[in-house]
């Protein structure tokens, strides 16, 4: 006699329904109870559920977690594609700084040190146009020096550079402005410090920002006008939410402010862009990078920066960063 005869069941199975005569899924579960000699069974105690919507339930549930898996699949394979080509553009950055900081600065080192021996000892001898053209091309190579390292800069600027640090906005300014002391005076600039606030960043980041921002301000200031700055730092709490500020959060907010030449509302983002200047080169000197690089100084720290100009009133920029 099969021992197995004596154990409880549990099956499932197609079935007919008499009345609708549609196929059902039956669960069947209990026990047979046999006859002395377990030969036939005398009987079979148990319960039989119909179970055809949980298992179609099942089925379709499974069909989407293998839609699901294989849409992930691809996210992920996609993904390790774009991360294989990031990892090959790095590798390009980095080639390319290598060459920004040897291959070409040589040969305008060398421009330059001709064109300076050349204003020393035989700018006289050149005709009014030849000097004209020897001070179009001098400037010409200070400008290609200024972009390459400006684009260096722009290009050492990422995530993991440099180590972290609670530190005081303060500080770091005054760093700044005494970097730029000369500068301050012969503008005849003034700057102003207002607040308090200690935030985790990344000391020549920041240093380079601010730097920036301040250059920036010099650079744009009113004819016959001494540029005034102020730069107000402060903890405040977001009472609501939106793509960046989450709702009881805490912010450190940095409202930098001059008195400037401005710019339109409609260029409030595009300053911002990599190369891209609001004027003329023969007006004011300059790559275009400068703003683009304090952009992304603020996006590393995962923070947001605006701009709001005023033509001919100046320019203020509002910093938000995770406090």
């Known amino acids: 006699i099969d021992p197995e005869k004596r154990q409880p069941f549990d099956i499932e199975f197609t079935a007919?329904?008499?009345?609708?005569?549609?196929?059902v899924i039956v669960r069947?579960?209990?026990?047979?109870?046999?006859s002395p000699e377990q030969q036939i069974a005398l009987s079979l105690n148990g319960t039989v559920q119909d179970i055809t919507e949980q298992r179609k339930f099942t089925e379709e549930l499974e069909k989407q977690i293998q839609v699901r898996t294989q849409k992930l699949d691809e996210v992920n394979t996609e993904l390790a594609a774009k991360n294989r080509t990031l990892e090959r553009r790095n590798k390009e950055l980095r080639s390319f700084s290598y060459i920004s900081s040897h291959d070409l600065q040589e040969p305008?080192?060398?421009?330059?040190?001709?064109a300076s021996r050349i204003v020393e000892k035989e700018y006289d001898n050149l005709s009014e146009k030849g000097r004209n053209y020897f001070d179009r091309m001098?400037?010409?190579a200070n400008r290609m020096q200024a972009l390459i390292q400006d684009l260096l800069s722009y290009s050492k600027i990422d995530n993991n550079h440099g180590e972290v640090a609670v530190t005081p906005i303060n500080e770091l300014l005054n760093e700044v402005?005494?970097?730029l002391r000369e500068e301050i005076e012969e503008k005849n600039a003034t700057v102003t410090i207002?607040?308090?606030s200690e935030i985790t960043l990344v000391h020549f980041q920041?240093?380079?920002?601010f730097y920036n921002l301040l250059t920036n301000s010099f650079k744009f200031a009113r004819q016959g006008v001494s540029p005034e700055i102020s730069i107000h730092s402060e903890i405040i709490v977001i009472n609501h939410s939106d793509d960046f500020f989450e709702n009881g959060k805490s912010y450190c907010r940095i409202i930098f402010k001059d008195n400037g030449i401005g710019f339109e509302a409609a260029q409030n983002q595009r300053i911002f862009e990599l190369f891209q200047r609001l004027h003329g080169k023969s007006q004011f000197e300059g790559t275009g990078i400068g703003l683009a690089i304090v952009k992304k100084i603020i996006e590393n720290h995962k923070g947001k920066i605006e701009a709001l100009g005023v033509p001919d009133e100046g320019a203020t920029f509002v910093i938000h960063l995770p406090a």
């Open 16 to 23: 007919v329904n008499f009345i609708t005569k549609n196929e």
């Open 28 to 34: 069947a579960k209990g026990k047979a109870e046999f």
């Open 108 to 114: 305008l080192r060398k421009i330059q040190t001709f």
């Open 138 to 140: 001098r400037a010409s």
């Open 177 to 179: 402005i005494s970097e």
């Open 194 to 196: 207002t607040g308090f």
């Open 206 to 209: 920041f240093f380079q920002l």
